[in-house]
């Protein structure tokens, strides 16, 4: 027995020994890719000496002699930090993710070579400006520089996840940075999902009437009614099945109510305290580790610019030169359309234009799969765009037998400048010159949010689609692509984009609500992002003659939820302070003590309290029951509560309180009926899923913010080191918005948000801050993995200087690029 135990305890060693071997093996090939950030490196491609000086939170300040040489720079410097994450947008533009994930995400590869985003990229390199072409070039050759820097040294392929997902590298190209912004476009893009969803319902329901309750339209003039979609698709069959289809990997188009928000404003020097311009600004997007965002300051012969930059294009998206700020908001313009094309009955490779038919236009594209044989995917086009397939966005559900969907949408222009505008940002002197060069924009459009030294200002940018005003949805549904009104009239020329400059009021500002009241065709849309977060921004602005940096990161962070404020009232109208006393452990005694914790609050959407929880989980339930037994399966496609909706209905505005009523019993139900059982339902929900008393209920708890790695994030053990999760504040509706993913069974995590905030005052240009939600390094080894987060969740910031001195006294390295 002695000698068994001996043999065991050398084999149980021996594996030990073996297993600390591999995670050391692990950690040191791992750890090779981390950069050494002070480094002195012969690079050829450089015309002189590139200094990075990276400050204490990983921040590079970029110095050169020539605007090329800085763009070198920053190429070198996001391939660095961000490679992996350089490398996926990449693929994901140019549909070849299965290359290295297999058939996992042959759906996601098709639908980008359907849509043809990268070749109209390339297409779309020869459109931009000279400077822009030679800054491209330049970033393209950092890029490479540090690619060959880790070949050439074997530096652990540049990131980790490159050892588990082995692919080449290639060369980075100019029409790379193009493609990723058409790929942000679509990301930011969500009317097609509109379209699709409005169809459906209308097909579902009995009342056409209740379209405009379940899919309000923004208060304000200019909007028709709609059509009966089954009037414009006769023989669509309609929603057969649950409206949640799983989503394959790097699926590049956000689900409904996730795609682009954000806030940004501006004062005035005679609204400021300090006497000089104000701007906040807060983009939202899907959160991952590491965040979308990446800060970064370049030296441009221009002078300093500094600010939010995104991995693999070389400009300050979001930020602020030594003369001008900007920031940007999700539009919401109406960009993209879906047309329902008849498919000629004895030729199916026809379809039927205003004048007969015509062929379809037709390219062979092979998918390359691995571990898999490659599929080959015929892609077919109209002249209102690419032809999507049935299986994907439900179209198979609202397109007729013998007819097919195709999609017009303005980032399909083979001669996108979009990257020339974003590049003209950088070096213009004021709003006016930033207004003037952005003209350029073409997708994804956005509200562009400027200061200068004295100005401020507010412009639409991006292709507006010119729409015939006898469109016969305009552009709200699917619509017949035959009928010559249906189809774009080419674009609106840039003056009709709407804008302001120096407003009597001193304030300018967007929280993705509507900003103009304008009939069909120039409307802009007809969805917006935002109906409730712009009544809290207009209260703080107004309540304050003047304004401070210090104000505006208060605006930037406030949590009180408007719409809480005003549903709270309606739906509990009747059941405050009634009823009988409940024994203790009893649903009515439950009930009473929600009814008293929502009674007393101010509707500030804090993590550390119970009744954000509570309203969130009622108000969920609530909309479910009015809906539900309506539209059946097709509930399950709203995700989110509409604040909207839920007033029109208790304020039985046009008759809309009959959704109160379930159709399928034989009483007649109230408003007050439905609330008080949605109620019990939301508590029944809350005892399930936490298990303890009301009062211990904490919305941090379920609304933690998941900043989860794209790819590693779902690995048993390893997911512990490379997702980073944070108790967080705010909501759907509060202006430090934390969208919520609406999904069982953990319906308010925060998924979506500001991944990027800044404050920019030029009363003292070097006292504007920012930070991004998780830090500079994609490499989890890192420390600047996830050291900014902690400021980011806690409402904190960095320093924005452009004082060369302060980066170099706080410098965690320099890495200098000198010619060989």
């Not at 070579?113 to 990229?121: H, I, M, S, V």
């Not at 009988?580 to 005694?589: F, H």
Request: proline share 7%.
């Amino acid at each position: 027995m002695a000698r068994v135990f001996r043999w065991l305890l050398r084999l149980v060693s021996a594996a030990l020994v073996l297993s600390v071997l591999a995670v050391l093996v692990v950690y040191y090939l791992a750890s090779r890719s981390l950069p050494d950030y002070d480094n002195t490196r012969p690079t050829a491609g450089i015309t002189g000496d590139i200094e990075i000086v990276r400050d204490n939170a990983g921040v590079p300040h970029i110095f050169a002699l020539s605007d090329r040489d800085a763009f070198f720079g920053l190429g070198y410097a996001h391939a660095q930090d961000r490679l992996w994450q350089m490398m996926l947008l990449r693929r994901t533009a140019q549909g070849r993710l299965s290359e290295m994930f297999g058939e996992r995400t042959v759906r996601t590869d098709t639908l980008l070579r359907r849509l043809d985003l990268y070749p109209l990229a390339v297409q779309s390199v020869e459109a931009q400006d000279a400077a822009t072409l030679d800054a491209l070039e330049a970033y393209a050759s950092g890029v490479n520089a540090r690619i060959d820097e880790i070949n050439a040294d074997s530096l652990g392929r540049g990131a980790p996840e490159f050892f588990l997902f082995s692919a080449p590298v290639a060369p980075w190209k100019p029409a790379d940075s193009i493609a990723i912004v058409k790929l942000m476009a679509l990301q930011l893009s969500g009317h097609l999902n509109e379209e699709v969803l409005r169809a459906r319902t209308s097909l579902l329901l009995d009342d056409a009437a209740r379209l405009a309750d379940i899919l309000p339209d923004m208060p304000g003039q200019g909007t028709a009614a709609l059509p009966d979609y089954a009037s414009l698709a006769p023989g669509a069959p309609g929603p057969t099945r649950s409206a949640r289809a799983d989503l394959p990997p790097f699926w590049p188009v956000a689900p409904r109510g996730l795609a682009g928000a954000s806030n940004g404003w501006a004062a005035a020097p005679e609204r400021s305290a300090g006497g000089g311009t104000l701007l906040a600004n807060d983009p939202h997007l899907g959160f991952t580790a590491p965040a979308i965002w990446y800060l970064a300051r370049l030296q441009l012969q221009s002078g300093g610019v500094i600010g939010g930059t995104i991995p693999g294009i070389p400009a300050v998206m979001v930020g602020r030169s030594e003369k001008l700020a900007w920031g940007l908001t999700s539009s919401y313009l109406d960009d993209q359309d879906l047309f329902i094309e008849e498919l000629n009955p004895d030729n199916p490779e026809e379809y039927r234009g205003p004048d007969g038919f015509r062929p379809f236009v037709t390219r062979k594209s092979i998918i390359e799969i691995k571990d898999a044989p490659a599929v080959t995917v015929t892609l077919r086009f109209t002249d209102n765009g690419p032809v999507l397939p049935g299986s994907q966005f439900d179209l198979a559900e609202i397109t007729p037998p013998g007819h097919v969907v195709s999609l017009s949408w303005t980032a399909l222009s083979p001669r996108d400048t979009s990257m020339t505008a974003a590049m003209g940002l950088m070096t213009a002197g004021s709003v006016r010159e930033a207004i003037e060069v952005s003209a350029a924009y073409v997708a994804p459009s956005q509200v562009l949010t400027l200061i200068d030294r004295d100005t401020i200002g507010m412009k639409l940018v991006g292709t507006m689609p010119r729409r015939d005003a006898n469109h016969q949805s305009q552009g709200r549904l699917p619509s017949p692509g035959w009928i010559a009104a249906n189809r774009w009239q080419g674009v609106l020329p840039y003056s009709a984009n709407p804008g302001f400059l120096s407003p009597s009021g001193g304030i300018v500002g967007n929280t993705n609500n509507k900003i103009l009241d304008r009939p069909f065709p120039l409307h802009v849309s007809f969805d917006w992002g935002d109906s409730q977060r712009v009544q809290r921004w207009q209260a703080l602005m107004q309540g304050r003659k003047v304004h401070t940096r210090e104000s505006f990161v208060e605006a930037q962070l406030d949590t009180v939820s408007p719409a809480a404020r005003t549903l709270l009232p309606l739906i509990g109208r009747d059941l405050w302070f009634t009823g009988e006393a409940a024994p203790e452990g009893t649903p009515e005694r439950q009930r009473r003590r929600a009814l008293d914790l929502l009674a007393n609050w101010s509707g500030e959407m804090n993590e550390h309290l119970p009744e954000p929880l509570i309203y969130a989980a009622w108000i969920r339930a609530l909309q479910d029951r009015l809906i539900r037994d309506d539209l059946g399966p097709l509930a399950d496609a709203f995700t989110h509560v509409e604040p909207l909706f839920i007033e029109r209905v208790y304020r039985d505005i046009d008759g809309a309180s009959a959704w109160c009523d379930v159709i399928r019993s034989a009483a007649e139900e109230s408003c007050t009926d439905i609330a008080r059982l949605a109620l019990d339902d939301a508590l029944v929900w809350i005892d399930e899923t936490y298990g303890t008393a009301l009062e211990s209920l904490r919305w941090g708890d379920a609304h933690q913010a998941t900043h989860d790695h794209p790819v590693l994030g779902d690995v048993p053990l390893l997911r512990q080191f490379v997702n980073i999760r944070q108790s967080t504040s705010g909501g759907d509706h509060t202006l430090q918005r934390g969208r919520t993913s609406g999904d069982d069974p953990n319906p308010f995590l925060n998924v979506h948000g500001a991944g990027y905030r800044g404050v920019y005052d030029f009363a003292d240009p070097d006292s504007s801050v920012f930070v991004t939600s998780t830090g500079q390094s994609g490499h989890f080894l890192s420390r600047h993995y996830d050291d900014l987060g902690q400021l980011w969740r806690r409402g904190e910031y960095i320093p924005m200087s452009l004082d060369e001195d302060l980066a170099r006294a706080a410098s965690v390295g320099i890495t200098r690029l000198v010619k060989p």
